[in-house]
């Protein structure tokens, strides 16, 4: 089992905050490195909801199935992915303060099989990079620095 956390203090509302990380169809506008989300349900929001998202990971592109398993509206969202061989377990936590918002992710990836249990060790600080990349790209949307703004 490996868990990455992260924060970020952005300076809008939880609401928007909220919606930056709970919005599927919107994540290609927040991140140069999703290159597309495709809705794999009708449902587009909350717990049910499931999507194809594709994303650049350096000169190749890797997609990866993921799905809402927790919404609770401007507080939690939780999205999940079960991809070679290990579940990629996402909770973004949001908490308005005086200052703004606080945006936590906590990621937790559990390898269930033999081949992910030696690949992710390796891996986890790719991910990592790429983790911290997106909430800088989260931060900068809703503090209106990439086309977002509130």
């Known amino acids: 089992m490996t868990k990455r956390s992260t924060s970020r203090q952005i300076n809008a509302p939880a609401a928007a905050v909220f919606d930056a990380v709970a919005d ?8 140069a490195d ?6 794999l349900t009708e449902q587009k ?4 909801a499931r999507f194809r998202e594709t994303r650049r990971m350096g000169k190749r592109e890797g997609t990866t199935e993921l799905e809402c398993t927790e919404y609770v509206e401007n507080e939690r969202v939780r999205f999940v992915a079960d991809q070679g061989g290990t579940v990629w377990d996402s909770v973004y936590t949001i908490k308005e303060n005086a200052d703004g918002t606080l945006l936590t992710l906590e990621m937790d990836a559990r390898p269930h099989k033999l081949l992910a249990k030696i690949v992710v060790p ?9 983790v911290e990349k997106d909430m800088d790209a989260v931060k900068d949307y809703c503090e209106g620095k990439t ?3 509130w």
Not at 34 to 39: A, D, G, K, N, Q
Not at 122 to 129: L, P
């Open 24 to 31: 599927i169809e919107k994540f290609p506008e927040k991140s």
């Open 34 to 39: 999703i290159v597309s989300v495709e809705l």
């Open 45 to 48: 929001k909350g717990v049910g």
């Open 122 to 130: 390796f891996i986890v600080g790719m991910i990592s990079k790429a």
């Open 147 to 149: 086309g977002g703004g």
